[in-house]
């Protein structure tokens, strides 16, 4: 009777482990813990600065990055930072000039890890954009409201608090400074790594 009684219980024990295994991990990362991240890569205007389409700019580069809170595995609150500069196309007022932009402000992350190790997320924010041409002394340093969203995807290394991402993301604000007035569009498309201290 105790022989079958202590077999019945190891039996039971070997059917729970897993779950209450499963339910450590999940409470584990659901704990909230700090995250940083950089990133580099390129920048497009999705949009021209008039509406002849006669003013644009050059594809340009990124770089930036940031650091946040992830709340649980699902969700993020971050602060971020992205500089990007462009130069105008030729036949244009910033000819041979570079516009330099730099956005700040924060972003909601929400994401879906998956057992392969990767998160698809997106990205929804708030912040500003710097707008400076130091190629044109003419030109009226200005920073304007801009709002944020974005798409991508994470990869966790095995074993390791480590990441490697993709995302492209676009800021929409108003350019309405030296002699322009209209809503702009500008796509970041980059690649980064982000760290997450162990939870």
């Given at each position: 009777?105790?022989?079958?009684?202590?077999?019945?219980?190891?039996?039971?024990?070997?059917?729970?482990?897993?779950?209450?295994?499963?339910?450590?991990?999940?409470?584990?990362?659901?704990?909230?813990?700090?995250?940083?991240?950089?990133?580099?890569?390129?920048?497009?205007?999705?949009?021209?600065?008039?509406?002849?389409?006669?003013?644009?700019?050059?594809?340009?580069?990124?770089?930036?990055?940031?650091?946040?809170?992830?709340?649980?595995?699902?969700?993020?609150?971050?602060?971020?930072?992205d500089f990007a500069q462009?130069?105008?196309?030729?036949?244009?007022?910033?000819?041979?000039?570079?516009?330099?932009?730099?956005?700040?402000?924060?972003?909601?992350?929400?994401?879906?890890?998956?057992?392969?190790?990767?998160?698809?997320?997106?990205?929804?924010?708030?912040?500003?954009?710097?707008?400076?041409?130091?190629?044109?002394?003419?030109?009226?340093?200005?920073?304007?409201?801009a709002g944020k969203?974005?798409?991508?995807?994470?990869?966790?290394?095995?074993?390791?608090?480590?990441?490697?991402?993709?995302?492209?993301?676009?800021?929409?604000?108003?350019?309405?400074?030296?002699?322009?007035?209209?809503?702009?569009?500008?796509?970041?498309?980059?690649?980064?790594?982000?760290?997450?201290?162990?939870?």
């Amino acid at each position: 009777m105790y022989a079958q009684s202590t077999a019945i219980a190891a039996l039971v024990l070997s059917l729970l482990a897993p779950s209450i295994a499963t339910a450590q991990t999940s409470q584990t990362l659901d704990r909230p813990t700090a995250v940083f991240f950089a990133n580099g890569g390129g920048n497009s205007s999705l949009t021209d600065l008039d509406d002849a389409g006669t003013t644009s700019l050059k594809t340009g580069w990124t770089a930036g990055g940031g650091a946040g809170v992830q709340l649980n595995r699902y969700v993020a609150l971050r602060g971020t930072f992205d500089f990007a500069q462009a130069d105008g196309e030729s036949a244009t007022p910033f000819a041979g000039q570079s516009l330099k932009h730099y956005f700040y402000g924060g972003d909601v992350q929400l994401r879906y890890p998956t057992a392969n190790g990767f998160a698809p997320y997106v990205l929804l924010g708030a912040g500003a954009v710097t707008i400076d041409n130091p190629d044109n002394a003419a030109f009226n340093r200005f920073t304007k409201f801009a709002g944020k969203g974005g798409v991508g995807v994470e990869y966790t290394l095995p074993r390791s608090d480590f990441g490697l991402y993709a995302q492209a993301n676009s800021y929409i604000y108003k350019f309405d400074r030296n002699g322009f007035d209209k809503t702009q569009v500008d796509l970041l498309w980059t690649g980064g790594v982000s760290y997450r201290l162990p939870r």
